[in-house]
Nanobody
Framework: QVQLVESGGGLVQPGGSLRLTCLAS????????MAWYRQAPGKERERVAL???????NYIDSVKGRFTISRDKAKDTMYLQMNDLKPEDTAVYYC????????????WGQGTQVTVSS
């Protein structure tokens, strides 16, 4: 089992920055993929950024050049640095951890609200 706790959300003006943190605990050594997802009101949850154990990263087009995902394996912590935030980035952001193999095992955090508004 893996437990995930997000922090760092809040209200920020357009053009501002936030850093989200996801602290993992439990059987973190078994995880080979971590990601940030978001879900805006009335929309489906979408994957924003992914990082693998090999530190390969992947982003959706709308955040490329503005968001950076990173991971501190020694601290079992993942981050999402969000710069130049836009109103359309407003959503609940979820931390995700998974074991991707013959079968997929997944865990989710409780979510943290990010609101971009003037």
């Amino acid at each position: 089992q893996v437990q995930l706790v997000e922090s760092g959300g809040g209200l920020v003006q357009p053009g501002g920055s936030l850093r989200l943190t996801c602290l993992a605990s439990g059987s973190v050594f078994s995880v080979n993929a971590m990601a940030w997802y978001r879900q805006a009101p009335g929309k489906e949850r979408e994957r924003v950024a992914l990082i693998t154990n090999g530190d390969n990263t992947n982003y959706i087009d709308s955040v490329k050049g503005r968001f950076t995902i990173s991971r501190d394996k020694a601290k079992d912590t993942m981050y999402l640095q969000m710069n130049d935030l836009k109103p359309e980035d407003t959503a609940v952001y979820y931390c995700y951890a998974g074991i991707w193999g013959a079968r997929k095992i997944e865990w989710w955090g409780q979510g943290t609200q990010v609101t971009v508004s003037s």
